[in-house]
């Protein structure tokens, strides 16, 4: 059984749908940013102290070392790095969760927890637009959030899945 990864920007649902999707299907589950969180302690703080840099080869070490977790939410800036993208791929699917700019910023509002999520509206526009293209690319399905309940997304990925293991 392959792993399940979802991608996606910041508050695209990742976390939520992941861990709802493991119950559903009673399999293992790991948030990427909570394994860090676990080992090296806030990410806001490891921004703010070590910088941006440090915490992405965090993110790659975490990438590397859950592969044995059925289901995997990521963090939003894990298409930053090839080799993440690579990891994701040899090890499973990755479905791409699809939000537009305007519902993300009506959800996370003014977010503290979130370091790259900043005022500048501007700013979190322009990463998001060049973050777009890339999870499309590195994605193998797309799923889109926009006006769908927690349960509606996580019935559709749970469709791609079984048709995935269906498949011969
Ligand atoms: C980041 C997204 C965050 C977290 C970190 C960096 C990003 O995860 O990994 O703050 O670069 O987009 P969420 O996507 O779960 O918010």
Not at 63 to 84: A, F
């Amino acid at each position: 059984m392959k792993t399940i990864y979802l991608i996606g920007f910041m508050g695209s649902g990742k976390s939520t749908i992941g861990q709802e999707l493991s119950k559903k299907l009673s399999r293992s589950y790991i948030d990427t940013d909570n394994y860090i969180e676990k080992k090296h302690g806030k990410i806001s703080r490891i921004f703010q102290k070590m910088g941006e840099e440090v915490f992405r080869t965090y993110e790659t070490q975490a990438i590397k070392q859950t592969k044995s977790y059925e289901i995997i939410s990521t963090g939003g800036g894990i298409i930053e790095r090839k080799e993440n993208l690579q990891e994701m791929n040899r090890n499973g699917i990755i479905i791409y969760l699809s939000t537009s700019f305007d519902e993300i910023y009506e959800r996370l509002g003014h977010d503290e927890n979130r370091p790259l999520w900043s005022n500048n509206l501007e700013e979190v526009k322009k990463l998001y637009d060049r973050r777009m293209p890339l999870y499309k690319i590195f994605s193998n399905y797309t799923v889109i959030t926009d006006g769908k309940s927690i349960q509606e997304n996580v019935q559709e990925i749970k469709k791609i899945i079984s048709s995935i293991e269906s498949a011969k």
